[in-house]
Each structure stands twice: as C-alpha cells, then as structure tokens.
C-alpha cells in the first residue's frame, strides 16, 4: 500500500512540474552568474565600451562624404540689358575628405579615455559578480543550516517520543504520575511548533535560493554540501589589492587627469586637411555679340566645372580673458578630489576587510567551543537517560538535558553557519571571492 502511494506521489510531482536539483556550491553560484539580471546589465556594459573604444579609433581617421544637388530655377535670370542666365537642371556633386593632423591632444586623449572605460566596465562586472556570488553562498547555507536544525528538530522529536513512551507505561503500571506523562506531552507539543515553524523558514530560504540562481519557485533543492569544509589559506590576511572597488577608484583619478587633458585640448591649435573632388554643369549663359558692322548674333554658352581642391586649416585660440585657465584649473582641483576620495575609500576598505578577517578567525574559536559544549551536553544526555530508566533521576532532570543538548546542537549549526557567512564576507571584502 505504502509503495502504490509512493507512485502515486511521484506521478504528481511530476504532473505539477516539481524537480529536485542537487546542487553543489559551485553550481550554485555558477547558476546565480548565468540568471542574474544585474550580471547581464554589466556584461552590456562591457560591450558598450568596446564599441566607444572602436568609435574614439575612428577619429584618427579621415572622414570620407559625398554631396550631389540639382537645380532647376525658372523664369530665367537677367544679368544687365542682354545677359540671360539659364538654371534648368543645373547640378553640383562632388566628395570631400577631412583629415584630422593635431586637435590639441584631444583624439588622443579621448582614446586613452575610451580604454579607460573598457576597464572600468570590466572592475564593475568584476565587482557586481563578486555580489551576486555572495549574496548565493549566503543564501545557500542559510538554507542549509535551517534544514539541519530540521534535522536535528526530528531527532529530539524521536528521543521525546521515546520517553513518552516509557513514561505512559510506567504510569499504566502506577510507576509515576499522570503529571509526568503531561509534562512530557506539553513538551512533544512545543518540539511540533518550532518544528512547523522551521519547516515555514525553510521553505522560504528555499524559494529565496530558487530566485537567485534562476529556477522555478517549484524545483526541489538537494544541497550536496557540508559545513566541515574550510580553506586553510585563508587564515593568512592578503589584502585589499585584488578589490575591484579599490581599482574603480583608482581608475576616477586617471579618468579625471584625461579631464584635465581634454580641457586643455579645447585651448590649442588645431590642424586640418581638406581634400576634395566637385563638378558641377548644366549653367547656360544666353547673350548677344554684335559685329563691327553692327550685325548681332545671339549665343549660348555652357558653363561646366570638374577639379579636385586641397585645403589646409589652422585654428590658434588667442585670447579668451582666461576661461582656458580657469577651467583647467577647476579640473586639477577635481583631480585632488579624486586622489582624497581614493585614499579615503582605501582606508574604508581596508578597516572592513580587517574587521571581516577578525570575524573569520573569531568564527574558529566560536566552533570550538560550540563543539566542546555539544559533546558535553550529548554526553551528560546518554547519562541522563540511563539514570532515568534505573529511576535514579527525575523527568525534570531529564528534560532538562534535553534542552540544553537542543540548545547545544543548535548552537553548533549556527556557529559552523555563521563561519560559512564570515569567510563569504572576509572573501568578498578583499575582492578575492570567485
């Protein structure tokens, strides 16, 4: 009976689409990478930049374009007594090149600019992968802790359920009071409670992780981890160096010297090359010629144009009553703003990387001593029990060891789950967390 049931529920979930994932930490975080809106916006980020630096190329080259235009103007003009202008059809088309020779640094410094904003793009990829990661590993020990105090819920449920049992028949044979077997019913009572509520925890750590790394609120999770496993290397502090906020810091000074620089560039010369090509015809000029003898003859003459021309320009800013040095010196003051920021912002990081290392070795020693007071509270349980059934020790004493080995167990799953949090943010602090 019990297996046609077991069909019947697998059918179901199947029929309502429920899957169950094992999922290993790095699954987990490489799925949070993959479904991750803000990931996606970096990576566009990443490709604008690319294009803005191929565009900032472009200025090095010449700039090729073309025009062509036709006329057609009527009545005709007249130019004097006889002169008849004809513009009917009259067209003008030709192409021009420009060429860029010095622009006062600014193409230069607009390239070195454009590959500044490559790198930015990639630091703040970089720096919104490292939260996204986080914000998974997080997620998924929560989740992993909840569903072991469950764990560790059903087996108090078990041992309670073990001493209600000895207490009823000992009450059934007059070895004890019904107040004993209440006792002990009460406390079953509360274990199902914490037990309903851990269970609502649990599904909502599950459906938090579920939207993290981008599956269906339905899917079933099977988390293939555990909370034993630590890196050794961590315990030797390394620094903020590799931080990509740090290096985006660094970066707004750069970008704020090339200010300096393109502001300067509108105050220089520039130097230009024009070549180009036109043709235009289709112009008619209708006159009269009169001969010596005073005979006049009406003539048509057609005016028409193929060439190339060739143009150098030069242009020298003279004297702009000191708005070039005013604004390069604003510039430079936005420089020194930005050197202030960054130190500031390394002093900042380097005091919570610190602090999330404190937090880290402080989790060892917190382990510890959660591991001490568990084994001592189990011990002290199996004690209990066994001076119980001989009736060397009351129900209160007895509960009482229940509680504290409870308190202890639950102790140490928080303990080896907020160690897990610690390193995610001792890693994510310095930047080194992948």
Known sequence: ??????????????????????????????????????????????????LDKGVAKT???????????????TPNST?????????????????????????GGRIVTANKLASLGQEVA??????????????????????????SKIDMLHSYILQVESILSYTKSAFELGLTTRLSVSRVETKMSELRYNLKQAESGEELCRLALCRIIGVKDTEEIILTENLDTFDAGLLKYSG???????????????????DVSMIRADFLPT?????????????????????????????????????????VS???PIFHW??????????????????????????LMELQARQAYNNYLDGFSLIETAEKAFSDAELNLTMMKDQYESGLMTLTDLLEAQSQWQASYSNLIEAKTQFKINETDYLRSIGSIR
């Open 1 to 50: 009976m019990k297996f046609h049931i077991f069909l019947v529920f697998l059918f179901l979930c199947d029929w309502l689409g429920c899957h169950a994932i094992e999922l290993s930490l790095s699954q987990c975080k490489s799925m949070a990478l993959e479904s991750d809106e803000k990931i996606r916006i970096a990576k566009n980020h990443v490709i604008q930049s690319n």
């Open 59 to 73: 200025a090095y080259l010449p700039k090729i374009s073309g025009n062509a235009s036709a006329f057609y103007m």
């Open 79 to 103: 130019m004097g007594d006889a002169m008849e202008l004809r513009m009917k059809g009259v067209y003008l088309a030709g192409f021009s090149l420009v060429q860029p020779v010095y622009a």
């Open 122 to 147: 990639k630091q703040q990829l970089d720096a919104v992968s490292m939260d996204v990661i986080a914000d998974a590993e997080k997620s998924y020990w929560m989740l992993f802790a909840v569903r």
């Open 240 to 258: 903020i160096t590799s931080r990509p906020e740090l290096h985006l810091a660094s970066m707004n000074v750069t970008a704020k010297k090339h």
């Open 271 to 311: 130097v230009g090359l024009q070549l180009g090509w036109n043709a235009f015809g289709n112009l008619k000029m209708k006159n009269y010629l009169m001969l010596d003898d005073g005979t006049v003859y009406p003539y048509t003459q057609s005016i028409n144009y193929k060439g190339f021309i060739g143009a």
């Open 314 to 316: 030069l242009s020298v």
């Open 322 to 347: 000191g708005e070039g040095f005013k604004k390069v010196k604003k510039a430079k003051i936005e420089v020194e703003n930005a050197e202030l920021e960054l130190e500031q912002n390394r002093k």
